[in-house]
T-cell receptor, first 115, second 116 residues
Framework: NAGVMQNPRHLVRRRGQEARLRCSPMKGHSHVYWYRQLPEEGLKFMVY????????ESGMPKERFSAEFPKEGPSILRIQQVVRGDSAAYFC?????????????FGPGTRLTVL | DQQVKQNSPSLSVQEGRISILNCDYT??????FLWYKKYPAEGPTFLISISSIKDKNEDGRFTVFLNKSAKHLSLHIVPSQPGDSAVYFCAASAGTDSGGYQKVTFGTGTKLQVIP
């Protein structure tokens, strides 16, 4: 059973470009979560999605950031017009269909560097 | 507002000894607590959890203790091994009994180094 997959593992963008981060949850998982880890900080919740629905986006910056989890394909975290402060590790996690568990399985992360 | 706090950014322990990692929380609605372990360049992996109806949960070398009145939990690793060297995140969520979703809030992590 493959784990949570994220790609790319490393992404370099110049200021003003767009960054697209992909996450494929574990097989059978329909709940996806995105977190951001800034240097020397902990994991900060960004958004929780189920298939085709955003359930909780309270951790997402109001501008430039968006997320989707289409019926087919991976979840996408999109950052428009990136700035240096967006440089961080972005982790995706997934959990089983049952909403009663809070054990989340994490991917290896995408390390975004904005030049 | 840091609702889950890990006040020790780092900890060094000799191999074979006990490692004790601490975590404090402020939200009295939290009722489910988890510890995750993270190696460099990898995602966090789930280690052990505890529900608020318990005060202790044990899994092999790992034991988590919960003191609800003090809003404090700790992770004990006995005996510590060099392979335990990693960053450990404490996490908490609220409202799991209802079967509904509640956001998981993470602490800032404690970097454990086990010295051979």
């Amino acid at each position: 059973n493959a784990g949570v997959m994220q790609n790319p593992r490393h992404l370099v963008r110049r200021r003003g470009q767009e960054a697209r981060l992909r996450c494929s949850p574990m097989k059978g998982h329909s709940h996806v979560y995105w977190y951001r880890q800034l240097p020397e900080e902990g994991l900060k919740f960004m958004v929780y999605l189920q298939k085709e629905n955003i359930i909780d986006e309270s951790g997402m910056p109001k501008e430039r950031f968006s997320a989707e989890f289409p019926k087919e394909g991976p979840s996408i975290l999109r950052i428009q017009q990136v700035v240096r402060g967006d440089s961080a590790a972005y982790f995706c996690a997934s959990s089983p269909d049952s909403p009663s568990t809070d054990t989340q399985y994490f991917g290896p992360g995408t390390r975004l560097t904005v030049l | 507002d840091q609702q889950v706090k890990q006040n020790s950014p780092s900890l060094s322990v000799q191999e074979g000894r006990i490692s004790i990692l601490n975590c404090d929380y402020t939200n009295s609605m939290f009722d489910y607590f988890l510890w995750y372990k993270k190696y460099p360049a990898e995602g966090p992996t789930f280690l052990i959890s505890i529900s608020s109806i318990k005060d202790k949960n044990e899994d092999g070398r790992f034991t988590v203790f919960l003191n609800k009145s003090a809003k404090h939990l700790s992770l004990h690793i006995v005996p510590s091994q060099p392979g335990d060297s990693a960053v450990y995140f404490c996490a908490a969520s609220a409202g799991t009994d209802s079967g509904g979703y509640q956001k998981v809030t993470f602490g800032t992590g404690t970097k454990l180094q086990v010295i051979p």
